[in-house]
């Protein structure tokens, strides 16, 4: 598949500015004409990979600022926002949102800034106000890869030769020699309501008996993550330019499970193991002692430059379909973005057969097609007769790439499809027997004398 068009007319002008240089001297030091400079300025061109690496040799500068430049956050944090409802009439699609990012950059970004000011009533909130919003607004602006936390996870890895070892001993001896830290498991009497606690005062990271040895090599690392990985993160949560205090905080949070994740499964090894078991998830939970959830986050990362693994999207619902989970990451999924869910993906058909895999070839309106799976998941910390918590965590991967997943055998890639939507508000099928309500901006059409396979009737269709 061929790689995403990158247009960065806004970043290659600040270079320019930067280095105050004219549009010819620039030209002229990276060996192209000046109009096709206009060009790429004015984002009628995109970036192409000599360009770009004339522009890293010439300009000293962090390529991924590109990405960060894209008006309003890109692609997919575009599609994010015109996933709601009130613009659910507009059939907005994905080659008319690239010619707008194109063609008038400063329109789209001045409308991303207006939509996150203002919610879809006109009252000011939307984002603004919501730092889980906030945080995940940025973590899809870096489409949930941070290069320089695999590169230094993978180092820290290579240091503790986990590739033969035991993780959580590894990590254990580390803490205790290098940081002082010694590892405690309390029962469950001493810790009712907590999984970890960092004591300073004891130089103990105190842990949960509850927690099973994937979950706990997990949360040992995390604490090694924010003690060796301190540098890398403070960067990144500096440059993200939060105000609010609990946003950071998440952030923070955040980027330390990526590191601690990123050092359970170091990126290069791990990308080999997926492309030899057809990602098998579940001989990958085997072969680096994680979790479902935690190998299914990690598949949604793998986008280094050069190394690139298949564009997995996430979500994670509880039995209300409520997400608490949502990573695009490379895939653009509009499964992801939207905030609505179709009760026809059988994401929710999981919670019917706890802890076993569901595989489901799906297609949008659009013609999207994907190849999903789901899986519930109970989080560490449940004891018998207290209240359990349940999710199902959903992967999916365009079909036209999933041909070499082991969740492929035997599935027609090519041939009939569940069709879906992204919630009834922004499903525009008038034949659906599961619909619930007509979409946004569609008017409904009650007829006494008649009665359609389809509950609710609108017009228009």
């Avoid at 970036?47 to 010439?58: G, M, N, Q, T």
């Avoid at 001045?110 to 939509?115: D, K, L």
């Avoid at 403070?234 to 990526?258: I, K, M, N, P, Q």
């Avoid at 986050?297 to 996430?314: C, D, E, N, S, Y």
Wanted: hydrophobic share 45%.
């Amino acid at each position: 598949m061929a790689e995403r068009k990158i247009f960065a007319g806004h970043a290659v002008r600040r270079l320019r500015r930067q280095a105050a240089l004219t549009q010819s001297a620039m030209a002229q030091d990276l060996a192209i004409s000046p109009s096709y400079l206009n060009l790429v300025e004015r984002n009628q061109r995109p970036l192409s990979a000599a360009l770009l690496v004339k522009l890293l040799d010439r300009f000293d500068f962090d390529p991924r600022t590109l990405a960060a430049a894209e008006p309003g956050g890109g692609e997919a944090a575009m599609r994010r926002r015109l996933a709601d409802p009130m613009f659910a009439d507009l059939d907005i699609d994905r080659s008319e949102l690239e010619e707008w990012l194109a063609g008038a950059p400063g329109g789209a970004e001045a409308f991303a800034r207006v939509f996150d000011r203002l919610g879809s009533d006109g009252e000011v909130s939307a984002d603004g106000g919501d730092p889980v919003a906030q945080v995940r607004r940025e973590i899809e602006r870096w489409r949930n890869h941070f290069p320089d936390l695999d590169a230094a996870a993978e180092q820290l890895a290579d240091e503790m030769r986990l590739g033969a070892g035991d993780l959580y001993g590894a990590v254990a001896d580390r803490l205790r020699v290098k940081h002082q830290l010694s590892i405690r498991v309390l029962p469950v009497e001493v810790m009712p309501d907590m999984l970890r606690r960092l004591d300073l005062h004891a130089r103990q990271l105190q842990l949960s008996e509850l927690l099973d040895p994937a979950s706990r090599a997990f949360a040992a690392t995390f604490q090694l993550a924010q003690i060796e990985a301190r540098a890398e993160i403070d960067a990144l949560v500096a440059g993200a330019g939060f105000t609010d205090r609990a946003a950071e905080r998440l952030h923070r949070r955040h980027l330390a499970s990526y590191f601690a994740a990123a050092v359970m499964m170091p990126y290069a090894r791990f990308l080999r193991a997926c492309e030899a078991t057809g990602y098998d998830i579940e001989l990958l939970q085997r072969r680096f002692g994680a979790g479902f959830e935690q190998v299914a986050h990690r598949l949604t990362t793998l986008q280094r430059v050069g190394a690139r693994g298949l564009p997995f999207f996430m979500v994670r619902i509880d039995r209300a379909g409520q997400a608490s989970k949502r990573f695009s990451g490379a895939s653009n999924a509009a499964l992801a973005e939207a905030e609505g869910r179709c009760p026809l993906w059988r994401l929710h058909h999981a919670f019917e057969r706890p802890g076993s895999l569901t595989v489901q070839l799906v297609e949008l309106q659009s013609g999207d097609r994907w190849l999903t799976m789901a899986r519930t998941v109970t989080p560490q910390g449940h004891r018998y007769g207290t209240i359990g918590a349940e999710f199902a965590v959903g992967l999916g991967v365009e079909a036209a790439l999933a041909g070499s997943l082991a969740i492929a055998r035997g599935v027609d890639l090519a041939g009939d499809a569940t069709p879906i939507g992204l919630g009834c508000r922004a499903c525009f099928r008038p034949d659906c027997p599961q619909r619930s309500s007509p979409p946004a901006g569609r008017t409904l059409i009650v007829n006494e004398n008649e009665r359609r396979l389809s509950p609710i009737s609108f017009a228009g269709d």
